[in-house]
Structures are given as structure tokens and as C-alpha cells.
């Protein structure tokens, strides 16, 4: 999560321009939730939804002067339903394995 805090009058017409290097957990799909965010990273300039091959991006904000702005980046996990038909088949052949045959 970023917080950027702009300083000004909020009466004016005068923006600014914020820019924060990210390291990312790990490399993926990613959800930015914010107002007037761009994420930069290796294939391009992306609003909200990105995937990224690297772990490095720039998140760039716009605000009016006197204004405060949270960008929230979250991981976006995908189960396949491989995954979770492996998993119970491993969990039922364990739970047959430790009732029937008495294995402990």
C-alpha cells in the first residue's frame, strides 16, 4: 500500500505529480486500486488490472494540490481446478491409507 500526500492550496489549479519504485513479492497478475494511478512496468503502462514478467514497477499518481491518495497493489491468486482435484485425491488416498491399512 502507498499513501502520497500533495501540499498546496486546494483552491488553486496546481497538480502534482508523484512516482514510487515498487519491488513486488513476486511477478504476476495484480490489481491497482486508486484514483489517477498508472503502474509502469517492463511491457508497458497499465490502469488497474496488470501481469507482469518482472518484480520491478513504478507506480506514477496525479493529484490536485492539498489532496491525499492511497494506492493499494494486490496479488490476483488463480486456483486451477487441477490443483484442487490433485489435492483431494492426495487427501483421500492419505485418509485411506491411515483408516483402513492403519498406517500412522
Do not use: C
Not at 505529480?17 to 503502474?39: C, H, Q, R, W
Not at 518484480?55 to 506514477?60: D, E, L, S, Y
Amino acid at each position: 500500500m502507498l499513501h502520497f500526500t500533495s501540499f498546496g492550496n486546494p483552491e488553486g489549479k496546481s497538480y502534482s505529480v508523484f512516482m514510487k519504485e515498487l519491488i513486488l513479492p513476486f511477478a504476476g497478475t495484480y490489481d491497482v486500486s486508486g484514483s489517477n494511478v498508472t503502474v509502469l512496468v517492463l511491457e508497458g503502462s497499465f490502469r488497474g488490472t496488470f501481469r507482469t514478467r518482472d518484480r520491478a514497477v513504478g507506480v506514477i499518481s496525479v493529484q490536485k494540490a492539498g489532496s491525499e491518495e492511497t494506492v493499494r497493489i494486490t496479488p490476483k491468486i488463480g486456483v486451477s481446478l487441477t490443483g484442487v482435484v490433485v489435492l483431494v485425491l492426495i487427501g483421500v488416498v492419505w485418509a485411506y491409507a491411515v483408516r483402513v491399512l492403519k498406517l500412522e
